[in-house]
């Protein structure tokens, strides 16, 4: 079934000698410069939260990044066992359900590699039979200047897509690559370009889209939510909050709102829009 699969992967630590050639070494943290890590961790999982996704880490990998925190444990209280509660939110370690085979040879560019996140990542896409997605995300954990590196598998090439550990340019991979993908449905009600709503037959109030259906079917992937019945975003083009219905498995409806009616969408979505921007 297709599905997305995110790795994370972060630097090592400059006193471990076994690690990829390719990932930076870190000297030991302040509290501060660690606390900031985590925070963004746990913002970025929080933020993520209703996407369909598994999430995978290399244990072997985190240990590394860990281990001046071991080594100085009463210095940096809590972080060790906060940074792996984060992990287990995010997801699994890759190592405990492992794809990639010892007798296949693996590349990064053209530098062999073995038993590391890319070589799981190639892996697990070339056995993918389907349109499943895969993406890396990079902690600051090697340079990389573009969205995709290349890898091989024998004599098979692929390429990976890459994206920093940043809200917002992982919430641009999930508007083209979501599984499964929102559908956007016009509601006659609502009408299309700020006209031709239907009155309520209670006559109560009724909201109308101000853009096209097309336009509305751009926003419905950017949009973001407390849960998956109810999505906001923000239509620059209008100056409006635009809210999306959920009416079935992944199909919306939409309608703007005016001042008054954007009151009602919680304060932390609003901030949670403002990150995408």
Not at 4 to 26: A, Q, R
Not at 45 to 73: R, T
């Amino acid at each position: 079934m297709e599905h997305s699969e995110l790795f994370i992967i972060f630097p090592s630590y400059k006193e471990v000698e076994e690690k990829p050639h390719y990932l930076k070494s870190v000297d030991v943290m302040s509290m501060e410069d660690i606390s900031k890590i985590v925070n963004c961790l746990d913002e970025m999982i929080h933020f993520f939260q209703n996407e369909n996704y598994d999430g995978y880490y290399d244990g072997k990998n985190v240990q590394a990044f860990l281990l001046p925190f071991e080594i100085a444990e009463d210095y940096y209280p809590n972080i060790k066992t906060r940074f792996r509660v984060l992990m287990g939110r995010w997801g699994e370690n890759w190592r405990n359900d492992r794809k990639q085979s010892d007798t296949d040879n693996y590349y990064y560019y053209h530098t062999e590699i073995k038993d590391d996140t890319l070589c799981e990542l190639t892996k697990r896409k070339k056995d993918s039979a389907d349109e499943s997605t895969f993406l890396l995300i990079n902690h600051e954990a090697f340079s990389c200047s573009e969205d995709r590196i290349k890898t091989k598998c024998d004599d098979e090439d692929f390429e990976i897509e890459v994206r920093k550990a940043e809200i917002k340019s992982i919430a641009e991979w999930f508007e083209i690559n979501r599984i499964p993908q929102r559908t956007f449905h016009l509601n006659p009600k609502h009408g299309e370009f700020g006209k031709g709503a239907h009155p309520s037959n209670k006559g109560e109030k009724v909201s109308v889209l101000m853009c096209s259906k097309g336009e509305a079917g751009i926003l419905l992937k950017k949009a973001i939510g407390e849960n998956l019945r109810t999505l906001y975003f923000y239509d620059a083009k209008y100056n409006q909050y635009i809210e999306f219905k959920r009416e079935s498995e992944n199909v919306y409806h939409a309608f703007h709102l005016d001042k008054e009616d954007e009151q009602l969408i919680p304060n932390n979505i609003k901030d949670a829009i403002k990150k995408l921007f």
